[in-house]
């Protein structure tokens, strides 16, 4: 499986952007998948995680209510919707997919290169 994040950028205080992870290679529907970042001179953390199909989410409390992780199976893609964005969300985002999913990184198989985010203030 090959995953291409993509739409990272910088934006301002306040405002929103939406990442892309195409997914290749695989059965989409029958992977879960989630969203991790790495803040400059942090650990990479967990951010958001949805199942195969779609009716289970988790997510890290710092996002919640902010960040919205959803599905399009037909288009073998993975979405993350930010918004109200922060300072502290600027990060390099990396999606990832495996046969289950949850907020570790030992539950995923494939990593995706990673997309920056630049919030400024």
């Known amino acids: 499986v090959q995953l291409q994040a993509s739409g990272g950028g910088l934006v301002q205080t306040g405002g929103s952007l939406r990442l892309s992870c195409r997914a290749s290679g695989g059965t989409f529907s029958r992977l879960g998948f989630g969203w991790f970042r790495q803040a400059p001179g942090k650990e990479r953390e967990f951010v958001a995680s949805i199942s195969w199909s779609g009716g289970s989410t988790k997510y890290v409390d710092s996002v919640k209510g902010r960040f919205t992780i959803s599905r399009d199976n037909a288009r073998n893609t993975v979405y993350l919707q930010m918004n109200s964005l922060k300072p502290e969300d600027t990060a390099v985002y990396y999606c990832?997919?495996?046969?289950?999913?949850?907020?570790?990184?030992?539950?995923?198989?494939?990593w995706g290169q990673g997309t920056l985010v630049t919030v400024s203030s």
């Open positions: 990832a997919a495996g046969t289950v999913f949850g907020g570790t990184e030992s539950q995923y198989d494939y």
